[in-house]
C-alpha cells in the first residue's frame, strides 16, 4: 500500500503560519477524495478534504484559517495554515482512498 509523505511540520508562534505538503508516489488523479487529519493525544480529527473537481470541507475549528489544496501533476496535496492557535499543535497526516497511513508531520504552536 503506497504511503503519502507529510512534510513541512515545524514550531511556530501563535498567529504564525505554516504550509504542509503530502506527497504521493504515485498518482492521486483518481483519488476522488484527499484528506488531511490531525492526531491529538486520544483524538484523530478530520481537518480538511479536497475532490478531484476542487470542492473543499473544513472543520469548524479551521475554518476561515487553513487552506486545502491539490496538484494532480505533481501528485501532491497542501495544506496553508495562517493564524495558528496552540489547539492546532497535533501530527497532521493526509489520507486518500487506498492509501496508508504516512508517518505524519508535526506541527507545535506555542503561545
Known amino acids: 500500500q503506497v504511503q503519502p509523505v507529510e512534510s513541512g511540520g515545524g514550531l511556530v508562534q501563535a498567529g504564525g503560519s505554516l504550509r504542509l505538503s503530502c506527497a504521493v508516489s504515485?498518482?492521486?488523479?483518481?483519488?476522488?477524495?484527499m484528506d488531511w487529519y490531525r492526531q491529538r493525544p486520544g483524538e484523530r480529527e478530520l481537518v480538511a478534504s479536497v475532490?478531484?473537481?476542487?470542492?473543499?470541507n473544513y472543520a469548524d475549528s479551521v475554518k476561515g484559517r487553513f487552506t486545502i489544496s491539490r496538484d494532480n501533476a505533481k501528485n501532491t496535496v497542501y495544506l496553508q495554515m495562517n493564524s495558528l492557535k496552540p489547539d492546532d499543535t497535533a501530527v497532521y497526516y493526509c489520507?486518500?482512498?487506498?492509501?496508508?497511513w504516512g508517518q505524519g508531520t508535526q506541527v507545535t504552536v506555542s503561545s
Open positions: 475532490t478531484s473537481g476542487g470542492s473543499t
Open positions: 504515485g498518482s492521486i488523479f483518481s483519488i476522488n477524495r
Open positions: 489520507k486518500g482512498l487506498g492509501l496508508g
